[in-house]
């Protein structure tokens, strides 16, 4: 008697029949018994598998209004090509980015209107303090990088960033195990116990951002991360005063799939947290569905200070609202030797007189 | 006169007590042959007179007879047998238990082999032999058969002074391994090493800070995740069954160590220990 449907082994992926003898299915490669139930269910578990859905609506924005323009300033860096705004009372002189000068440009242009804004919370002065704490404790640090002064030119930018608001709908299959040993006189048994896991839900998640400039780092930016969404305001020019301001140059399109990728991360990490109980689990598909993923357009606040030491760009940014501080610092090599080697003989010397009181007992 | 006397009467005693000590004193090994038989002709000249000579100072200090025996054939009997009657038909051991060891070496089969009789198998257990022969094997098998010889007599001196404060060398405790410096120190260093590495790798890693988020945990709404489906399906099993191994380690630790004794044609005791080189 033959099956009416294939089934595929979940063992092997071979195609199982029915054996009459023992009233089971048999898959005829791997000689693995299943229920006829345990197959229809790994079926039906099977049938969830779905494709990827993470489209995202991209009317994020809206246009300025004419006379909000005629306040500000735009600067362009003769070095670096980066695009700085501010209001037409503070002046510009040197490029946040890289420490060139830049020059005026006119009156800035701009395709979207920034949704938000995240005032500065932490002044000047805090930040300066921040980044001064920042090389404390380090040992490794040349001490000359500490020494020479660059604190004054730290600067406040607003820097661009696409935020992604969604629901997420979840489908997630496990392969999972139990395993279980005992013992007889004879002999040692492990018995692992296979089975199909299924998951699904929905989650929902806001305010991804992702920095919509070109010239920041990405990965500095998301080392200043979070940024508290709830003391957020709706964007007026006059924030800006007294501080500079990106515009983006990388596009809420092209910023999708950097949200997407975390976006996908956290919710298998969150999904597979609810699998439990077993020895091994390993993911065999999953597929997000985003559902009413809308995109807006945010300034978010943070000191930025750009220093060239021995050839070299290293750029601090502190989160303007948490006072959150990263920013790679260089080594000094000769010390690190002096610590490798040092280290290396006093533990040395220590361990070996160590060894001769253990022979001597 | 009186003293006269008294100086002759005392020069004769003490002519007695040396002819006494001569006829029955030290010499009480009654040994036809000298305590390195070299036949096989192994040792140079040099060596040969070296090795003897310390083999008797050792022999005489301990009352126990040390002897090397080269042969180049065993003439059809095992290296045991062969060894345990060249000691007893050739007279070598002190005293009436006749406190000796002797190792006999045999080029033909390449066989080396260690009897002990009466206090030797007090001195030398079965674990005491193994430690001995592992130190001379090697040194046999390259050919230094003077240097082999040479560790055979100092091992042998060590062991008859152990044994004297009667706690012989046995299998729970053999003489200290010398303290290897140059190991100990590598060892220490290469340790040290990988510790400080670690130890500058974390200061190293105090000036990077920059690191990307690879999930957006933060951005979750809170109370935002429903679980809508959950199926915890079995499918089948497989059972692995292994033979457990056989435990030899219940055999081992019921060794009392001591020695192992046997009788030989002559029906004097004998301990001892053989193998190739």
Known sequence: MAAIQEYKCPCCGGAIAFDSTIQKMKCPYCDTEFKMETLAGYDSELRNDQADDMRWEMASGEAWQADELGGINAYVCQSCGGEIACDENTAATACPFCGNPVVLMGQFSGELRPDFVIPFKIDKRAAKEALRKHYEGKRLLPKVFKDQNHINEIKGVYVPFWLFDTAADVQMRYKATKVRTWSDSKYDYTETKFYAVGRGGKLRFEHVPVDGSAKMPDDLMESIEPFDFSEVVDFQTAYLAGYLADKYDVDAERSVERANERIRRSAEDAFSETVKGYTTVTKETGSIQLQNGKVSYALFPVWLLSTTWNGQNYLFAMNGQTGRMVGDLPLDKAAYKKWLFGLTGILGMALFAVSYLFWLL | ?277
């Open chain 2, 1 to 277: 006169m009186r003293t006269l006397n008294q100086r002759i009467r005392t020069v004769f005693l003490v002519f007695v007590f040396f002819c006494a000590f001569f006829l029955f004193g030290i010499p009480s090994s009654a040994a036809d042959l000298p305590r390195l038989v070299d036949q096989a002709d192994l040792l140079t000249d040099s060596e040969e007179s070296a090795l003897s000579d310390r083999l008797d100072e050792i022999s005489e200090r301990h009352q126990f007879d040390v002897v090397v025996v080269t042969v180049d054939s065993l003439e059809g009997e095992t290296a045991v047998v062969y060894a345990d009657d060249f000691y007893d038909y050739n007279g070598y051991g002190f005293g009436d238990e006749r406190d000796g060891i002797l190792l006999l070496i045999s080029m033909e089969e390449r066989d080396w082999c260690i009897s002990t009789t009466g206090y030797g198998i007090t001195a030398f257990t079965d674990a005491g032999q193994a430690y001995i022969s592992e130190r001379f094997v090697t040194d046999l098998s390259v050919g230094d058969y003077a240097a082999a010889f040479t560790n055979f007599a100092v091992l042998c001196d060590a062991f008859i002074t152990q044994a004297d404060t009667g706690e012989p060398y046995d299998i729970d405790h053999l003489p200290q391994e010398p303290f290897d410096l140059v190991w100990n120190l590598a060892v220490a260093l290469i340790i040290a090493f990988v510790i400080s590495l670690i130890v500058t790798g974390i200061m190293r890693g105090q000036l990077k800070t920059v690191h990307s988020q690879s999930e957006a945990d933060n951005y979750i709404k809170q109370g935002s995740m429903h679980l809508t489906r959950k199926n915890d399906l079995y499918l089948y099993r497989h059972v692995d069954r292994r033979k457990k191994a056989e435990n030899n380690s219940s055999t081992r630790s019921g060794n009392p160590g001591g020695s192992q004794t046997h009788k030989s044609s002559s029906g004097t005791t004998h301990g001892g220990s053989s193998g190739k080189f």
